[in-house]
């Protein structure tokens, strides 16, 4: 009881002092928890055969069912795999990107081309998802303008390229790279200048050129925010943009790009399946949860930078 009353009051004494930034959380704290742990409760209708004229409590329980359902899906195996698959390509050769972009703005020296160069990069993530791909359906298509060069250039037959199964992956994670490295290089430029300008006018005087300076201090310098980001984006390994691939693919690519979220939504918007398709996303949230907590764990163990 004693432990309990001192940490009430150092809680007090603490929100006394600082009460105008407790202000200042209270419309975050708000958001969360209308729009992230109140809804929360719907989770309910997984583990229910959910009748919307019936409600959330007076749906019948079904307990596992939806999740053995699920699982015994043909394309549960397809699903799974393509979920991971685009991820993992995506974290090998997307996740790097961003780092080396802001690694190369780093060494410009010209501040006005440097701004320039972040201008022209940020401007994809601002353009909608519809328009993003119709571009990329356009460039793709029969007579776009990939297939025109490739045509020129090495005398390809024509086709469209989105209808391809072999070739969506690659495209897709392509176009991520080309939408999004631009806007993720801004935490790691951020980082770069938290950075002490001493350590390069010491590591100069040394004789250390560019490239040994860039090894020895600026990537040991950002390191803790690569390890950071990469944890989290591990927290996102079985998920992928739904709308990009709602948006791209078609029939004759489901092989290769139906994904976990696509799934969910033709059997919970298409067909009305609620509550199986609540459960597929729980199962979803779940294993992404636990990638994060091992992918953490592991950072824990082999360095000194962990979520928590």
């Known amino acids: 009881?004693?432990?309990?009353?001192?940490?009430?009051?150092?809680?007090?004494?603490?929100?006394?002092?600082?009460?105008?930034?407790?202000?200042?959380?209270?419309?975050?704290?708000?958001?969360?928890?209308?729009?992230?742990?109140?809804?929360?409760?719907?989770?309910?209708?997984?583990?229910?055969?959910?009748?919307?004229?019936?409600?959330?409590?007076?749906?019948?329980?079904?307990?596992?069912?939806?999740?053995?359902?699920?699982?015994?899906?043909?394309?549960?195996?397809?699903?799974?795999?393509?979920?991971?698959?685009?991820?993992?390509?995506?974290?090998?050769?997307?996740?790097?990107?961003?780092?080396?972009?802001?690694?190369?703005?780093?060494?410009?020296?010209?501040?006005?081309?440097?701004?320039?160069?972040?201008?022209?990069?940020?401007?994809?993530?601002?353009?909608?998802?519809v328009v993003i791909c119709g571009i990329i359906k356009d460039f793709c298509s029969t007579r776009g303008l990939v297939m025109n060069m490739l045509s020129s250039l090495f005398g390809m037959e024509q086709y469209d390229l989105l209808s391809k199964a072999s070739l969506f992956r690659t495209l897709y994670v392509s176009t991520n790279i080309w939408?999004?490295?631009?806007?993720?290089?801004?935490?790691?430029?951020?980082?770069?200048?938290?950075?002490?300008?001493?350590?390069?006018?010491?590591?100069?005087?040394?004789?250390?050129?560019?490239?040994?300076?860039?090894?020895?201090?600026?990537?040991?310098?950002?390191?803790p925010t690569i390890i950071i980001m990469l944890i989290l984006r591990f927290g996102q390994i079985m998920s992928v943009g739904f709308e990009k691939i709602i948006l791209l693919y078609n029939p004759l690519t489901y092989e290769t790009a139906d994904v976990i979220q696509s799934f969910v939504y033709r059997r919970g918007l298409l067909d009305y399946d609620y509550s199986f398709s609540s459960a597929v996303g729980l199962f979803n949230s779940v294993i992404n949860f636990l990638f994060v907590f091992c992918a953490n764990k592991i950072s824990k163990t082999f360095s000194e930078t962990s979520l928590w």
């Open 1 to 129: 009881m004693l432990a309990l009353y001192h940490f009430a009051d150092t809680i007090k004494r603490d929100f006394i002092k600082n009460k105008y930034i407790y202000f200042l959380a209270i419309p975050v704290v708000v958001y969360y928890v209308i729009f992230h742990y109140g809804p929360m409760y719907g989770l309910i209708i997984a583990f229910k055969e959910y009748k919307p004229t019936l409600g959330i409590i007076g749906s019948r329980w079904v307990g596992f069912e939806n999740f053995i359902s699920f699982f015994n899906d043909f394309s549960f195996v397809r699903i799974i795999r393509n979920t991971f698959l685009i991820n993992i390509y995506d974290i090998l050769f997307g996740f790097p990107i961003p780092i080396i972009f802001a690694l190369m703005l780093n060494e410009l020296k010209s501040s006005a081309l440097n701004r320039l160069t972040q201008t022209i990069t940020y401007l994809p993530h601002f353009i909608s998802m």
């Open 179 to 223: 939408q999004s490295f631009g806007w993720n290089s801004i935490i790691y430029i951020a980082a770069l200048t938290c950075i002490d300008p001493i350590l390069y006018e010491s590591a100069t005087v040394d004789g250390a050129g560019r490239f040994k300076q860039m090894m020895k201090i600026t990537l040991p310098g950002i390191a």
